[in-house]
């Protein structure tokens, strides 16, 4: 009971922190700064479903065997696959949308040359 949320703690964690590690640097301000929070934390979310899944998918692969069912294995991995698509899909989406309305550094003035 316990490994599924220790998995997803940890994924968690570590998405949030690669994704605020990786992002390129946007304006300075509250605005940028909460955008910056929100991209980190569904980009955590997103990794954390992602191995929460895969842990399922082992898990029902491991059931599959010992029910003497390991015909249907590829269906499992599919129909987990899938799953985990149709659940990581809007949260990606969304991360990239947050990403791509957030203020961006405004272009500096291009130097003034005095004759």
């Not at 997803?8 to 640097?25: C, E, K, R, T």
């Not at 990581?88 to 961006?104: D, E, M």
Request: charged fraction near 10%; hydrophobic fraction near 55%; charge should be negative.
């Amino acid at each position: 009971m316990g490994v599924p949320i220790l998995i997803f703690l940890i994924a968690f964690g570590a998405g949030g922190v690669a994704a605020a590690g990786l992002l390129p640097d946007h304006a300075d301000g509250r605005v940028a700064g909460i955008a910056l929070l929100v991209i980190a934390g569904l980009a955590g979310m997103t990794l954390a479903l992602i191995a929460v899944h895969v842990y399922e998918i082992a898990r029902q692969l491991d059931n599959a065997g010992t029910l003497g069912i390991s015909g249907s294995k590829p269906d499992v991995v599919a129909n987990g696959l899938m799953a985990m698509l149709r659940d990581i899909g809007p949260i990606v989406g969304l991360a990239a949308a947050v990403y791509l309305l957030a203020p961006g550094r405004e272009n500096e003035p291009p130097p003034v040359e005095t004759g």
